[in-house]
């Protein structure tokens, strides 16, 4: 068995955030960005500047401030709420989304988050998935997934059997061009088109 560790410093090569794995210390998350951010800087030169880079980046990325939430996002999910939904969160990311969530008021909107540094699987496998229905008290036929990734959102919730939305909203660079189920939808304005992208993976503000 390959150590959690060695897992989760060199698995970026082969699935991005996916390998993003555990269950893992903050520590060993704090180890596997700044694996990934050397390979990406691999031509910069790795002393102490590259080191005080790293503890700024990585202490940006932890922070709501900066994070931009879609502005139709709040109403959104009081619809949904209102509606009687059940909500969670699963996420390809580490154990500092939680404290992400609290931070931009996202928090009580979900009944729970399945982190994949936190849980120790990740999407686009299906294990996250069937945990989140257990989570839910629901069938996969009674579940809509809500994800912008083709492969880890599309591809992996339909494979685990739930009907998948792909929120496009205006700021989005790349649109998968996919078809979108007929399901119930909530009591709430036509503005839910971008809800789940922003809440589940956020955006970086502009600097």
């Known amino acids: 068995m390959v150590p959690v560790g060695l897992k989760i410093l060199h698995g970026h090569a082969r699935g991005g955030l996916a390998s993003l ?3 893992a210390t903050p520590a060993l998350e704090k180890l596997w960005w700044k694996s990934l951010v050397k390979d990406v800087f691999s031509e910069i ?11 700024d980046l990585y ?3 932890g922070h709501a401030e900066n994070w931009r939430v879609y502005p139709e996002v709040e109403e959104v999910l009081k619809g949904f709420k209102a509606g009687g939904f059940r909500m969670g ?3 390809n ?3 500092r989304l939680f404290t992400l969530c609290k931070e931009m008021g996202l928090e009580p909107y979900f009944e729970f988050m399945l982190v994949s540094a936190v849980v120790g699987h990740s999407k686009p496998g299906a294990r996250i998935f069937q945990d989140a229905l257990k989570l839910a008290g629901c069938k996969p ?5 809500v994800g912008d990734s ?10 685990a059997g739930l009907s998948n939305v792909s929120p496009y909203h205006d700021s989005c660079i790349r649109r998968v061009p996919v078809p979108r189920p007929r399901i119930r939808r909530p009591p709430v304005s036509s503005s839910m088109s971008a809800a789940a992208a922003a809440v589940i993976t956020g955006e970086r503000a502009n600097a």
Do not use: C, K, M, N
């Open 21 to 23: 794995t555990g269950p």
């Open 45 to 55: 030169p790795q002393g102490e500047i590259f080191e005080e880079f790293f503890e």
């Open 59 to 61: 202490h940006s990325f």
């Open 89 to 91: 969160v699963i996420s």
């Open 93 to 95: 990311w580490d154990s």
């Open 141 to 145: 036929a009674e579940a809509v997934h």
């Open 150 to 159: 083709y492969e880890d959102d599309y591809r992996a919730a339909l494979g």
